[in-house]
């Protein structure tokens, strides 16, 4: 039987954008819930939503990554960051084959499609999309990105 130890965590939601600050608003009653900022929602019935605040991926990525990358791999490969830091594990030293991080979507890319879905209608209708289209939208590619570096 293999066991498994969780030795760090990481957190990007909508009570805070690390473990502490997330735990701590969560302990206090804090919500999550806002208006939607991400979109307008003036011909939506509901206008509001639990949306991750003040997170900027300007703050952990170049300029390049942050176009490279969707929000959601953005908020994994921060998280993964975050995880591998509250662990206290020296990864210079540690068994890299032994050590992992666990992070899941159920879908990947959402912010990408709507961009790109958006571009076309408003284009001549020619089918002009950005080359890391497909690549943004892998549900899998945050873990992907995280373990090339």
């Known amino acids: 039987m293999r066991r498994v130890v ?8 909508p009570l805070g954008n690390t473990v502490a600050e997330y735990w701590d608003n969560l302990v206090k009653g804090v919500s999550g819930a806002g208006p939607i900022t991400r979109f307008d929602t003036s011909k939506f019935k509901t206008r ?10 300007e703050d952990y990525f170049d300029r390049k990554e942050v176009r490279k990358y969707d929000t959601y791999a953005h908020f ?16 210079e030293t540690v068994n890299k084959d032994r ?4 992070w899941s ?11 790109e879905v958006s571009a076309f209608a408003k ?8 080359p890391f289209f497909i690549p943004k939208m892998i549900a899998d590619i945050a873990a992907g990105l995280r373990c090339q570096s």
């Open 76 to 91: 994994g490969m921060v998280c993964a960051d975050q995880a591998v830091v509250n662990s206290g594990l020296d990864l």
């Open 48 to 57: 509001f939503a639990c949306e991750v605040k003040n997170f900027k991926p």
């Open 123 to 130: 284009g001549d209708g020619t089918p002009r999309f950005n």
């Open 105 to 115: 979507s159920g879908i990947g890319g959402l912010d990408t499609f709507y961009q």
């Open 6 to 13: 969780i030795t760090g965590l990481g957190a990007i939601t």
């Open 99 to 102: 050590v992992g991080v666990i």
